[in-house]
């Protein structure tokens, strides 16, 4: 991206095999891809895929998505099999929230994605019961009263968590109890003041933006100075739930733009970044070795980040992932 030196890259064994100056294998398969621009598969760190279609979502260039919240029997049960055909799927599970608290009433989801927690003891036992599924991350809504013990517990477990939160009053009891992320920055359009923010980057505690399913100019603010401020963000779209059509969304990559960050960054966030804040060695770059997920666009999206949806070409795992 960015430099124009066209280069070729070797896809073997559903992986990055060769960059640069190599010889090219005879039986090898080839694409031109000239005047096009390849980028690793994007990494959507906010879905809720049963509310979508997996395969629309990986032809449109988001070959791995993280699941914040859904049937933990169904959403973690189905990890393997989305494997196969992808995008790849990481998942939360069910919803840790205190006795009747959201979303255990909300239309959108099944009564058993809420995991109800009003003690200690089930704090932990939730927690566990996640992790024992499959869980990579601990989902939770607020306002919590269990919330710390449900932190102590997954971090004990080496998990991170992620907070469904509304005002200002709920970041600061998450702030508080040690969450490592926001799964909505934030869900309501408050002012999110300057020594929160500075708290946060300290703290390293990283933003799902989700700008465009509630776009206002105190979102884009908030977005803008924890971004100078040296935050973490990765990009989510709410998939299903208020997202977007499945696939890459330029609108929130336009939005998170006109928020203030540089369309490197930008693109960053949806590969390098949420790569390295899950702890997934094998993508979200273009090195040998890495996992051949990969999107070839027509136009440099540095320039114009539109040029991203739909993607020319798709590869999961090294298979080109066909169009119809
Ligand atoms: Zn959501």
């Known amino acids: 991206m960015g430099d124009a030196s066209p280069q070729d890259i070797l896809i073997r064994g559903g992986q990055i095999a060769a960059i640069g100056h190599f010889a090219i294998p005879k039986d090898a398969l080839r694409l031109d891809a000239g005047g096009r621009t390849l980028l690793p598969g994007f990494i959507d760190s906010h879905v809720h895929l049963q509310l979508s279609d997996a395969r629309q979502c990986l032809r449109g260039g988001t070959t791995t998505v993280r699941d914040l919240g859904w049937t933990p029997g169904v ?35 099944p009564a058993d994605t809420a995991v109800q927690v009003g003690t200690p003891a089930q704090a932990e036992q939730a927690v566990a019961a996640m992790q024992a599924s499959g869980a990579s991350i601990i989902k939770v809504s607020l306002p919590f009263p269990q919330l710390p013990e449900v932190v102590r517990q997954a971090h004990r477990r080496g998990l991170k968590v ?46 799902c933006p989700t700008l465009h399913i509630g776009a206002s100019a105190q979102r884009l603010d908030n977005l803008g100075r924890f971004v100078k401020a040296g935050g973490t963000v990765l990009y989510g779209t709410d ?29 960053d966030s949806a590969t390098s970044v949420p790569a390295r804040w899950m702890g997934l060695k094998d993508r979200g770059a273009i090195r040998v070795g890495l996992r051949a997920d990969l999107i070839l666009v027509n136009g440099d999206p540095l320039r114009d980040l539109s040029c991203l949806a739909p993607p020319w070409k798709v590869f999961y795992g090294g298979d080109e992932v066909g169009q119809k």
């Open 75 to 109: 959403i973690l049960g189905r990890r393997s099999a989305l494997r196969v055909s992808g995008p790849d799927l990481l998942a939360a599970g069910g919803i840790l929230c205190p006795p009747g608290g959201y979303p255990s009433r909300a239309g959108w989801c």
């Open 239 to 267: 998939l299903g739930n208020y997202g977007p059509p499945p696939g890459i969304d330029v609108q929130e990559l336009q939005l998170m733009q006109r928020a203030g960050m540089t369309p490197r960054q930008v693109l």
């Open 162 to 207: 992620t907070a469904h939160l509304g005002g200002l009053e709920e970041l600061d009891q998450a702030l508080a109890a040690g969450v490592d992320e926001l799964a909505h920055f934030t869900f309501s359009s408050v002012r999110v003041p300057e020594d929160r923010i500075q708290w946060m980057v300290a703290h390293k505690v990283a933003v």
